[in-house]
Nanobody, 116 residues
Framework: QVQLVESGGGLVQAGGPLRLSCAASGLSFSLYAMAWFRQAPGKEREFVAE????????TYADSVKGRFTISRDNTKNTVYLQMNSLKPEDTGVYSC?????????WGQGTQVTVSS
């Protein structure tokens, strides 16, 4: 059974940092690209960042470029999202995604709230 468990969310003031983690189990982690998505209240889920299986190619949404960094540790089956200079518009539920071809797995998400 595949499980993706996010942690690290919480309440933070604008301008502050937060680091999210996503621990994976039940899959061959190093074979999957890993991504973060977020969903703000009343809005559709949107892409945030992705890292390829080996960690040498990363893509980001324009809205987070220069502020967020995605990384992975294949020895720990974990992907991270370092978020700096947070803005109120970064508020939402952040979900972890593992993908390989047509296969997608999702975590339950962790709430991030940025106060102004």
């Amino acid at each position: 059974q595949v499980q993706l468990v996010e942690s690290g969310g919480g309440l933070v003031q604008a301008g502050g940092p937060l680091r999210l983690s996503c621990a994976a189990s039940g899959l061959s982690f190093s074979l999957y690209a890993m991504a973060w998505f977020r969903q703000a209240p009343g809005k559709e889920r949107e892409f945030v960042a992705e890292v390829n299986w080996i960690g040498d190619r990363k893509t980001y949404a324009d809205s987070v470029k220069g502020r967020f960094t995605i990384s992975r540790d294949n020895t720990k089956n974990t992907v991270y999202l370092q978020m700096n200079s947070l803005k109120p518009e970064d508020t939402g539920v952040y979900s972890c995604n593992a993908n390989r071809g047509p296969v997608n797995y999702w975590g339950q998400g962790t709430q991030v709230t940025v106060s102004s």
